[in-house]
């Protein structure tokens, strides 16, 4: 029995970080130049998995087609539930109000209005011109939202927050 009280508190620690981990806050890799010029890739940032998503946050999404998971996505949000979306002259409109677009690096192409559904949200790639994203296959469910990002925690010359 000492050595079970010897190894209980290595194995309370054990279960917390794993419980953290799984339904709190995970690290996560950014992958290609989607999100150039805000995230370069190949950084490593905290995935909140418990925040609230609002317009310009940067979301960790499954991209899933016919109901299979093909790819995991790194976008910022620009459609929120119940809103309609478009896209003219490379300005972008929510609601028929031309909204703010301090993140695009390139142009942003046109796309046709999208009114969201009460679960789905409208993101887009920073680097628009490269970037897959909903212009090119619609809007994304919450359901298929990992979480929010903004903390990159790698390299350390990036450490911080970024918009």
């Not at 979301?59 to 016919?66: R, S, T």
């Not at 028929?96 to 949200?121: C, H, M, N, Q, S």
Request: charge should be negative; include cysteine; charged fraction near 25%.
């Amino acid at each position: 029995m000492k050595w079970l009280k010897e190894i209980l508190p290595y194995a309370v620690i054990l279960v917390v970080v794993i419980l953290i981990r799984t339904f709190i806050v995970t690290p996560i890799k950014v992958n290609g130049q989607s999100m150039y010029d805000t995230l370069n890739g190949e950084e490593i940032m905290i995935l909140n998995k418990l925040a609230n998503i609002n317009r310009y946050d940067i979301v960790v999404a499954d991209l899933k087609v016919n109901g299979k998971k093909e790819d995991t996505l790194i976008k910022r949000v620009f459609g929120l539930p119940g809103e309609t979306i478009k896209c003219e002259n490379g300005m972008i409109y929510v609601n028929d109000k031309k909204v703010d677009d301090p993140y695009a690096y390139g142009k942003t192409e046109d796309f046709e209005a999208i009114t969201l559904g009460e679960d789905e949200y409208f993101v887009l790639g920073d680097n628009r011109g490269i970037s897959l994203d909903s212009h090119i296959f619609g809007p994304i469910k919450k359901q298929d939202i990992q979480g929010v990002t903004s903390f990159v925690i790698w390299p350390l010359n990036r450490f911080g927050n970024v918009e």
